[in-house]
């Protein structure tokens, strides 16, 4: 948190997309950037940084975030009626990457959390198929806890690749992992 601060960075998770960016180079080249869990815009922060000008990056949150230079910032609700439809105006196209650091105010209590982490996981993946581009890349949160399995599965089956990893950054304590999906296979319609 002390380095976030140092640095300007708005939060600590800035350095978990910096780490996963660093392994697997996603963000240079990409056009479209859907960044789900936005606030306060740690990752939005790295993305901008990462990117060539001129690259749409679109921050999506439910809680209230500042303006960032370089990138347009949505408040509303993942879960809404109108959601998908609003973020696929804003887009104004696919995306070629879609990352989602989306997880609900911790309980305390570990299986709450997962599931309610489980269900915005399940959101953004379904963002994927309407939004992503084909090749493109899927980076999200996922905390283990046992409901998962299903989900990842179906993930797998939708991407050339698949990777399982816990950035440094990450707590060693916490049950977060990261899954960073890569070469999107669209379905054709």
Do not use: C
């Not at 990117?51 to 679109?58: A, D, E, R, S, Y």
């Not at 809404?80 to 105010?105: F, P, Q, Y």
């Amino acid at each position: 948190v002390a380095e976030a601060r140092r640095l300007g960075y708005r939060s600590r998770a800035a350095f978990k997309l910096e780490w996963l960016d660093q392994k697997f180079r996603f963000l240079p080249g990409a056009r479209r950037i859907l960044d789900l869990g936005a606030a306060p815009g740690g990752w939005t922060q790295i993305a901008v940084k990462r990117v060539k000008k001129g690259t749409l990056i679109l921050a999506v949150d439910i809680l209230p975030m500042d303006p960032f230079e370089g990138a347009h910032v949505l408040e509303l609700d993942i879960l809404g009626e109108a959601a998908h439809e609003t973020i696929k105006r804003a887009l104004g196209g696919k995306a070629d990457v879609i990352l989602s650091d989306m997880a609900n105010s911790s309980t305390g209590h570990r299986s709450t959390d997962h599931l309610r982490t489980m269900v915005l996981l399940e959101a953004a993946y379904d963002l994927v198929g309407e939004l992503l581009a084909p090749g493109g890349v899927f980076v999200a949160k996922v905390l283990r806890g046992g409901t998962e399995k299903e989900l990842l599965d179906r993930i797998k089956k939708a991407f050339l690749h698949t990777k399982h990893v816990k950035p440094d950054a990450s707590r060693p304590e916490s049950t977060e992992l990261y899954i960073v999906a890569t070469g999107y296979k669209a379905q054709k319609s």
